[in-house]
């Protein structure tokens, strides 16, 4: 594998991506293969680099989802994405700090795993970024339950190789990447949501069952670029540049 320039994440995909399987035991096989090449601290950070210049390539190569439900005896599922999902994806990274962006929420799309992974890959990879995990119960934001958000970001970092695994601390409702200074904050809808905090973005997680979320809107007057939305929404609270 050829080295590669570092660089701040784009965002774009790379060639590299075009070298990954997209049916399951081939893909399987070359994640494989990648942690056997994977066997010194050079190579290793030739990854590292590669990831921070390509969620995609960050995803389906070292990404897992927990999907017991539709997986009971092998709820460990490899993220492969679907070229909607690869859309989806670009499409999310894109406005981070440009516009709002709302994401339907609909069977097997995978939207909540696809902004969390989103907001991951910019606290994974980039300096000093302010991220902000809502939902309508602070038990689906943080809990005990796979379901929360928290427990999607734990379970995400449990199965990244232990080389590309950032270094964190981890408390209720808060995770701090050590290596980045950035912050993963977590709190339940309420009508002051966010108010006087620097954001990055926001996430609200099932807005549409949040009994406040109409009034938290009322909270981002002072933030550019908020719109209204009906389910699932990635919030801006300042340009990401």
Known sequence: MAKVRREWPTGQTSEFYKLVPKELKANLAFRRRILEWANTAERQEELRIICARDILFYVNVFGYTLNPKDHPKCADRAFITYPFQDEAILSLVSAIGERDIAVPKSRDMGASWMCLVVLEWFWHFRPRQQFLLTS????????????????????????????????????????????????????????????????????????????????????????????????????HGQRIL
Not at 174 to 202: E, Y
């Open 136 to 235: 309508k119960q602070e038990s689906l934001v943080d809990g005990d339950s796979e379901k929360s958000l928290f427990s999607k970001l734990d379970y995400w970092w449990s199965q990244l190789p232990s080389w590309l695994q950032p270094r964190r601390k981890r408390t209720s409702m808060s995770c701090r990447n050590l290596d980045t200074d950035s912050h993963f904050s977590g709190q339940a809808t309420v009508p002051t949501i966010g108010v006087g905090d620097r954001l990055t973005a926001v996430l609200l997680d099932e807005s549409a069952e949040m009994p406040f979320a109409a009034a938290s809107d009322d909270g981002y007057h002072e933030l550019p670029n908020l719109q209204q939305h009906s389910e699932r929404a990635l919030r």
